[in-house]
């Protein structure tokens, strides 16, 4: 059979089912240039997995949507079909598999993100009170960032990540967007995303609509099915059972998932992945559930520590990361792979001993002050990147830029606009590009330009605790200025010693809102 005959006789199908000819030709030369297209091959490779009913609580079947049944119905159709009709290829197919499984010259990636875990929580960077071996192990032989920062708050930090874009740009439509995972697999990556998402879940923001072959996670936060309202209460008193977020497997909706299995599930699944695709490129983007609030740790780690359920909590996921870590020594990749793990962002040390500390800097999550968006970052490639302690300024956007280069794909034009390539930082200790950062909480806070940074608006937290009643914004008129490289707890304003400073920044945080509300670059 020729490739025209297999379109004819899908397009003959197709035009029962109301689809596009030109859509099932793309797809059925997706299929035919096999290498070219590792998202057919992965989903066919993980559609198969199963997982345990104790996984969850819940009734897995009723908890599909009817969507969910359509789509996945199509996409068996659709598969079931397309190895029907190319039984014939075998030899074109086999020739594509065994291309793939070259060795391959570029590393695996897997980019680990905390959620809410402060610039204080971790010993290597400075805890006294959590026990985090395996990232402090991983933070001595590689290079660990000081100054480095996200958003101050969880989806406008994923979204930057993602695309490369300031998230507080005007328009930014993360659908228009290529993200990192598209990027990657349109290199031959294969791609997952492992945990919260946090993007949408709508037709083009779905996390497979967002170049990852295969996902397994939450939709968002894991308070989001719970106790209502948000408060310290509901963290001290609701059971575990009271919270009732739900797993995802691509678009399906497997049950509920208890929140203390929530780091043990990814940690499980991502090590099944690594040894699965151990023998070509893959980008694992395991973004836990945890720290955030409610905290829960399962029961091989409950009062386990000496700070309490957080403390816990911390200490699984720093198992987690000694798990992953030793699945790559036994696959024999750990040298192929390069590692990160970071936070989207700051401590919410408001909600006390269920939140983290982002000690010594002040404030936390949701504010503009250092300890909103200045998080933990470790980047780990053994034989790779020589260990060191950075102090370079370095945003999260960047990772889009450096992933690219260690790919050794080109960022395309008018893509990832806010993000420098620190790759050279990482192997060779050159410099961060990067001098300036915007600080928001939906509205612009502050401004930072190399030493200095000034505020604008500031805010303590973003809403009272023991109430849920959301707390204002103070607008600073005149506004603050600190010397971050001398004072970085931000206690000392001198502003009035240096009106010259106050004046250049104010101009430079208004042409920077500027940018980002006209597509420019401000840094
Ligand atoms: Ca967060």
């Known amino acids: 059979m020729t490739q025209s005959e297999l379109v004819s006789i899908i397009s003959a199908f197709a035009g029962e089912g109301k689809m596009s000819v030109d859509k099932i030709v793309i797809s059925i030369q997706g299929f035919w240039v096999f290498k070219e297209k590792p998202f057919f091959r992965e989903q066919l490779r993980e559609t198969d997995q199963k997982f345990p009913k104790e996984w969850f609580t819940g009734d897995c079947k009723s908890s599909r949507t009817n969507t969910d049944s359509i789509t996945i119905m199509k996409k068996k159709i659709w598969i079931t079909m397309l190895f029907a009709l190319t039984s014939g290829f075998?030899?074109?197919?086999?020739?594509?598999?065994?291309?793939?499984?070259?060795?391959?010259?570029?590393?695996?990636?897997?980019?680990?993100?905390?959620?809410?875990?402060?610039?204080?929580d971790l010993g290597c960077y400075g805890s006294k009170f959590n026990s985090t071996p395996h990232i402090d192990r991983m933070a001595e032989q590689g290079v660990r960032l000081m100054d480095f920062h996200a958003a101050s708050w969880c989806a406008p930090s994923r979204c930057g990540l993602m695309t490369g874009f300031q998230a507080n740009r005007r328009g930014l439509n993360l659908a228009k967007r290529i993200t990192?995972?598209?990027?990657?697999?349109?290199?031959?990556?294969s791609t997952a995303l492992i945990g919260k998402w946090h993007l949408g879940m709508t037709k083009g923001l779905h996390p497979l609509d967002q170049g990852f072959d295969y996902w397994f996670g939450t939709k968002g936060s894991n308070d989001w099915d719970g106790p209502n309202p948000i408060i310290y209460d509901a963290f001290k008193n609701a059971p575990e059972s009271a919270w009732k977020t739900p797993l995802y497997k691509d678009r399906?909706?497997?049950?509920?998932?208890?929140?203390?299995?929530?780091?043990?599930?990814?940690?499980?699944?991502?090590?099944?992945?690594?040894?699965?695709?151990?023998?070509?490129?893959?980008?694992?983007?395991?973004?836990?559930?945890?720290?955030?609030?409610?905290?829960?740790?399962?029961?091989?780690?409950?009062?386990?520590?000496?700070?309490?359920?957080?403390?816990?909590?911390?200490?699984?996921?720093?198992?987690?990361?000694?798990?992953?870590?030793?699945?790559?020594?036994e696959t024999g990749i750990d040298k192929k792979t390069l590692v990160i793990f970071m936070?989207?962002?700051?401590?919410?040390?408001?909600?006390?001993?269920?939140?983290?500390?982002?000690?010594?800097?002040?404030?936390?999550?949701?504010?503009?002050?250092?300890g909103g968006?200045?998080?933990?970052?470790?980047?780990?490639?053994?034989?790779?990147?020589?260990?060191?302690?950075?102090?370079?300024?370095?945003v999260n956007t960047d990772l889009y830029a450096t992933l690219a280069s260690f790919a050794g794909v080109k960022v395309q034009d008018g893509e990832a606009i806010d993000s420098h390539d620190i790759s050279n930082l990482l192997l060779s200790g050159a410099s961060s590009s990067r001098k300036k950062h915007i600080y928001f909480?939906?509205?612009?806070?502050?401004?930072?330009?190399?030493?200095?940074?000034?505020?604008?608006?500031?805010?303590?937290?973003i809403r009272n605790?023991?109430?849920?009643?959301?707390?204002?914004?103070?607008v600073?008129?005149?506004?603050?200025?600190?010397?971050?490289?001398?004072?970085?707890?931000?206690?000392?304003?001198?502003?009035?010693?240096?009106?010259?400073?106050?004046?250049?920044?104010?101009?430079?945080?208004?042409?920077?809102?500027?940018?980002l509300n006209n597509g420019g670059i401000y840094d």
């Open 90 to 120: 075998a030899n074109e197919v086999e020739a594509g598999i065994a291309v793939s499984n070259a060795e391959p010259s570029k590393p695996n990636i897997i980019l680990i993100m905390a959620d809410d875990l402060g610039y204080g």
């Open 180 to 189: 990192v995972a598209e990027m990657l697999r349109n290199d031959d990556y």
């Open 252 to 329: 399906e909706r497997l049950g509920i998932c208890p929140q203390s299995q929530f780091t043990k599930r990814y940690t499980q699944e991502t090590v099944r992945l690594i040894k699965r695709h151990k023998d070509k490129p893959f980008f694992i983007y395991l973004a836990h559930n945890m720290p955030h609030v409610p905290v829960f740790a399962s029961d091989a780690f409950k009062g386990k520590s000496r700070n309490g359920v957080y403390g816990d909590v911390l200490m699984e996921l720093d198992w987690s990361i000694g798990k992953i870590i030793d699945a790559l020594k």
């Open 343 to 370: 936070s989207d962002n700051g401590p919410w040390t408001m909600f006390q001993e269920f939140g983290g500390v982002a000690n010594p800097l002040k404030g936390e999550k949701g504010t503009g002050w250092e």
């Open 373 to 394: 968006g200045r998080v933990p970052c470790i980047f780990y490639w053994p034989d790779k990147i020589s260990p060191s302690v950075n102090e370079d300024l370095i």
């Open 441 to 461: 909480h939906h509205q612009p806070m502050a401004w930072r330009n190399g030493d200095y940074k000034i505020h604008f608006q500031t805010s303590d937290r």
């Open 465 to 474: 605790p023991e109430t849920g009643a959301m707390e204002g914004k103070v």
């Open 476 to 515: 600073q008129d005149p506004p603050l200025l600190f010397d971050i490289s001398r004072d970085i707890q931000e206690s000392k304003n001198i502003a009035s010693e240096y009106p010259d400073i106050v004046q250049r920044m104010t101009g430079e945080f208004n042409n920077a809102i500027e940018a």
